[in-house]
């Protein structure tokens, strides 16, 4: 079955514009999550989605928000682009509940998409 | 809060040589994932171990979760230039409702 998928994979925003990055994740995973990259700091989450609800939030300013469609679809939209802002964000996406067992390996596995590039200039 | 620290961050070797990567926590985790990511792409999923003292093979990789399932370890066995990478271990605990993430090795396999 197809795998997470991101788009776009890469953009460039100019400083004080906002941003929307969309996923889509494997058929059948409700639950999808949102991860920031950067050299200097790995992998940060942002937060994480389950049934339309955000379930889980990292240390993020309100800047950074996203919702979840009932398709199970996602998207993260950043206002007021800063230059620090730069980074790849992944998506990921897995067949579990947050704080819960799925009862299987794979279930509680998360699988993550090839990313959007996002360069604010 | 729970930490997952991944050593060494850096290693450089010659293809042939073997190496291991190493994962530690404080924390017990239900699961551990570990991943590979090239540059520029997502991180692709190696293996998951749930099982305390478990080992998995995949072909050269050999992965090993620790007995209390608070640390794991990546073996690699005559490593090749197509193992370079950023290795990253995750682990899940259910109380947490999300994956940890390490910090990763980034490894380099020279011809």
């Known amino acids: 079955k197809a795998g997470v998928t991101q788009t776009p994979r890469y953009l460039i925003k100019t400083r004080g514009q906002q941003v929307t990055l969309s996923c889509s994740p494997i058929s059948g995973h409700r639950s999808v999550s949102w991860y920031q990259q950067t050299p200097g700091q790995g992998l940060q989450f942002l937060f994480e989605?389950?049934?339309?609800?955000?379930?889980n939030k990292g240390n993020f300013p309100g800047r950074f928000s996203g919702r979840q469609f009932s398709n199970s679809r996602s998207e993260m939209n950043v206002s007021t682009l800063e230059l620090g802002d730069s980074a790849l964000y992944l998506c990921?996406?897995?067949?579990?509940?947050?704080?819960?067992?799925?009862?299987?390996?794979?279930?509680?596995?998360?699988?993550f998409g090839e990313g959007s590039w996002l360069t604010v200039v | 809060t729970q930490l997952l620290e991944q050593s060494p961050q850096f290693l450089s070797i010659q293809e042939g040589e073997n190496l291991t990567v190493y994962c530690n926590s404080s924390?017990?985790?239900?699961?551990l994932q570990w991943y590979r990511q090239e540059p520029g792409e997502g991180p692709v999923l190696l293996v998951t171990?749930?099982?305390?003292?478990e080992v998995k093979k995949l072909k050269r990789l050999t992965f090993q979760f620790g007995d209390a399932r608070k640390d794991s370890s990546l073996h690699i066995t005559a490593a090749q230039t197509g193992d370079t990478g950023l290795y990253l271990c995750a682990g899940r605990n259910t109380n947490a409702g999300k994956s940890t993430f390490g910090d990763g090795t980034t490894l380099t396999v020279k011809p």
């Open positions: 924390s017990v985790f239900s699961s």
């Open positions: 989605y389950f049934s339309e609800t955000q379930r």
């Open positions: 171990v749930v099982t305390g003292g």
């Open positions: 990921a996406s897995s067949f579990a509940e947050p704080f819960r067992d799925s009862g299987s390996i794979s279930g509680n596995t998360i699988y």
